[in-house]
C-alpha cells in the first residue's frame, strides 16, 4: 500500500520568512512518482513539481526548492522568502510505477503567510 | 494549449437527486481519473478509466458509476445524493499509452457539488 504524511496540518509565517514543508512517503513499488500541488482558496490544484524515484536531484525554482532522500523516504519542500500569495493548502501526492497508477494524496498542510 | 475541461463548475443539488459531472481529458490522452475533495480534506481516488476501460476503483460508492465513452470524455453519475456528497469533484487525465509517458497527471479545475 501507498501512503503519504504530511505531520504539518497547518504553518503560520511572516512574509519574508523561510518555510519548509515535510513530506514522508511509503510505497513497495521501486519505481514511482512523487507530486507537490498548491491549492489556493479558488479550490484549483496548481502542479508544482513531479520527481520520479530514480532521480534524487534536488531542485531549485525561483523561491521554490525541493530535497529527495530516498534513504528517509522523504520529499521535502522549501519557500524561501515566502509572500501573501504563498498562502495556501500544499499537497504531496505519490503514485507507483505499477500496479495502481492514481495518486496517493497526503492530508496537506495549509500554509498562511502574514504580511 | 488544451487543458482537462470539467463542467458543470458548480452545481447545487436536493438530497435523493442525482448528478452528472463530465470530463474533457486533454486530446490524445487516453486516461482519465477521478477524485473527491471534501471539505478541508485531501483528495480521494473514486475511479480511473483507460482506453475506455475502467483500470482501477477507490473508494467509489455504490450509488456512483463512470464510464469513458468512445472520445475519451468521462462522466461521473451520482445518486441518491447525500449531504455528504458535497465535494470537489477533480478529473485528472494522462497520455498513458505512449512509451514516454512522463508520469504526470494533468487536473481539471473542479467541479464543486452541494448537496442541500
Known amino acids: 500500500a501507498q501512503k503519504v504524511t504530511q505531520a504539518q496540518t497547518e504553518i503560520s509565517v511572516v512574509e519574508k520568512e523561510d518555510v519548509t514543508l515535510d513530506c514522508v512517503y511509503e510505497?513497495?513499488?521501486?519505481?514511482?512518482?512523487l507530486f507537490w500541488y498548491k491549492q489556493p482558496p479558488s479550490g484549483e490544484l496548481v502542479f508544482l513539481i513531479r520527481r520520479n524515484s530514480f532521480d534524487e536531484q534536488n531542485e531549485i525554482s525561483g523561491r521554490y526548492s525541493w530535497n529527495f532522500q530516498k534513504s528517509t523516504s522523504s520529499f521535502n519542500f522549501t519557500i524561501t522568502a515566502s509572500q501573501v500569495v504563498d498562502s495556501a493548502v500544499y499537497f504531496c501526492?505519490?503514485?507507483?510505477?505499477?500496479?495502481?497508477?492514481?495518486?496517493?494524496f497526503g492530508s496537506g498542510t495549509r500554509l498562511q503567510v502574514q504580511p | 494549449a488544451a487543458g482537462v475541461i470539467q463542467s458543470p463548475r458548480h452545481l447545487i443539488k436536493e438530497k435523493r437527486e442525482t448528478a452528472t459531472l463530465k470530463c474533457y481529458p486533454i486530446?490524445?490522452?487516453?486516461?482519465v481519473y477521478w477524485y473527491q475533495q471534501g471539505p478541508g480534506q485531501d483528495p480521494q481516488f473514486l475511479i480511473s478509466f483507460y482506453e475506455k476501460m475502467q483500470s482501477d476503483k477507490g473508494s467509489i460508492p455504490d450509488r456512483f458509476s463512470a464510464q469513458q465513452f468512445s472520445d475519451y470524455h468521462s462522466e461521473l453519475n451520482m445518486s441518491s445524493l447525500e449531504l455528504g456528497d458535497s465535494a470537489l469533484y477533480f478529473c485528472?487525465?494522462?497520455?498513458?499509452?505512449?512509451?514516454?509517458?512522463?508520469?504526470?497527471?494533468?487536473f481539471g479545475e473542479g467541479s464543486r457539488l452541494t448537496v442541500l
Open positions: 486530446p490524445r490522452h487516453d486516461t
Open positions: 510505497t513497495r513499488d521501486t519505481t514511482y512518482y
Open positions: 501526492a505519490l503514485r507507483g510505477g505499477t500496479g495502481r497508477r492514481a495518486l496517493t
Open positions: 485528472a487525465s494522462e497520455d498513458r499509452g505512449r512509451l514516454r509517458s512522463t508520469g504526470e497527471l494533468f
